[in-house]
Nanobody, 128 residues
Framework: QVQLVESGGGSVQAGGSLRLSCAAS????????MGWFRQAPGKEREGVAV????????YYDDSVKGRFTISQDNTKNTVYLQMNSLKPEDTAVYYC?????????????????????WGQGTQVTVSS
């Protein structure tokens, strides 16, 4: 099983920025799907952004388009989530996800059941 190690969470005021990182322990395939989900208190876990590392295909949830950017460093098997213009409603535990298969298009790209591997989660808190 692939291990996903997240870092970069924290607390920030509304309008601020944070960058999350997720390093995968091993992926030998030329391309695989990695990304981010989040879960706010009392809410369902939802997809935020995913990237197919082979071709760089990216999908964003509408709630973060224009504010969040997902990127990759294939030499390190790492993906990043740059979060700008943060809002209080972005407060959640953010989970890194991965699967050996290419990312499917939405809505399946944001179906939590698609992803085999999950990180432990990192807290992001945005205050108003």
């Amino acid at each position: 099983q692939v291990q996903l190690v997240e870092s970069g969470g924290g607390s920030v005021q509304a309008g601020g920025s944070l960058r999350l990182s997720c390093a995968a322990s091993k992926y030998t395939a030329s391309g695989h799907c990695m990304g981010w989900f989040r879960q706010a208190p009392g809410k369902e876990r939802e997809g935020v952004a995913v990237i197919y590392t082979g071709a760089g295909k990216i999908y964003y949830d509408d709630s973060v388009k224009g504010r969040f950017t997902i990127s990759q460093d294939n030499t390190k098997n790492t993906v990043y989530l740059q979060m700008n213009s943060l809002k209080p409603e972005d407060t959640a535990v953010y989970y890194c996800v991965a699967d050996a298969l290419p990312c499917p298009p939405p809505p399946l790209a944001f179906d939590r059941n698609w992803y085999r591997d999950w990180g432990q989660g990192t807290q992001v808190t945005v205050s108003s």
